[in-house]
């Protein structure tokens, strides 16, 4: 397994915020977490990435336990986090947000730069900007660049909070698009969703999280075919 997350709860200022999550996946998966607002979504990547510490359960990583280790460990072993609402330096180019990103090669300026010109072509907008100030960027573009900032690292799971988030519907699609050929080419993903539907389109399977449980889980398919997911999250 790349990740076995085995009873997680996890308790923030007192309060139970998840309780009983178990999550495993192999790599090269799309996994898909969804769920409502306050579900406990971003907690649980917070969780994995060592910045809220587990109350119970354990979280392996490749075979390691990792439970509790600090943020900077688990990022040296290859996890990255793309964070809910961007978190850009919006004064800084695009060239300099990258660099941040590349803090795990701080002592390898060659590697960086290999990976700036690999990552800009995945997405040509930052390619052909490279000097231009994030904050200038559209909506979209930002959230481009947040996913282009977590790859610099070379990931082996890429964890991202919320895609969708505040984008129109036409956007949405390229991103997704985008996130699906990622994972083609080799990039383990752990996608956490509002947008439901067009998620669990892309990913091979998908856990629902209900007030800090897990209420469901199942293919992408399945999951868009199920009768509480239908009435519940896509209004159908
Ligand atoms: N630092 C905190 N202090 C108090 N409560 C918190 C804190 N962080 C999270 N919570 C609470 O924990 C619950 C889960 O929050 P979380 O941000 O993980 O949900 P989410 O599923 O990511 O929601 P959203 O879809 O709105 O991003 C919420 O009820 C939230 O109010
Ligand atoms: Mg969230």
Redesign the pocket.
């Known amino acids: 397994m790349l990740l076995e997350i085995s009873n997680l709860g996890v308790v923030?200022?007192g309060?139970r915020?998840?309780e009983g999550i178990s999550i495993s996946f192999d790599e090269g998966r799309l996994i898909a977490v969804v769920?409502?607002?306050?579900?406990?979504?971003?907690?649980?990547l917070?969780a994995i990435s060592g910045l809220d510490k587990p109350h119970t359960g354990k979280i392996e990583f490749e075979g390691r336990d990792i439970t509790g280790w600090p943020p900077k460990a688990v990022a040296e072993l290859g996890v990255s986090m793309a964070p809910?609402g961007k978190k850009l330096f919006y004064e800084m180019t695009v060239v300099e947000n990258l660099k941040i990103g590349a803090y795990r090669f701080r002592n390898d300026p060659a590697r960086i730069t290999k990976n700036i010109d690999r990552i800009v072509g995945l997405f040509p907008v930052l390619g052909k900007n490279r000097n231009r100030i994030a904050g200038t960027f559209s909506g979209g573009e930002q959230q481009m660049l947040t996913i282009a900032r977590s790859l610099m690292s070379e990931p082996k799971l890429l964890m991202i909070?919320?895609l969708s988030l505040g984008l129109a519907p036409i956007v949405v699609d390229t991103l997704m698009q985008t996130v699906k050929q990622l994972n083609r080419e080799g990039t383990s993903i752990l996608l956490?969703e509002?947008n439901i539907n067009q998620v669990l389109k892309i990913a091979d399977y998908g856990y629902v999280?209900e007030n800090?449980e897990l209420a469901l889980e199942g293919t992408g398919e399945a999951l868009r075919n199920n009768e509480h997911v239908k009435v519940a999250y896509l209004g159908l």
């Not at 306050?38 to 649980?44: F, M």
Request: proline letters at 0%; glycine letters at 18%.
């Open positions: 923030v200022d309060l915020v998840l769920g409502a607002n306050g579900a406990g979504k971003s907690t649980l917070r809910e909070d919320e956490v509002q999280i800090g």
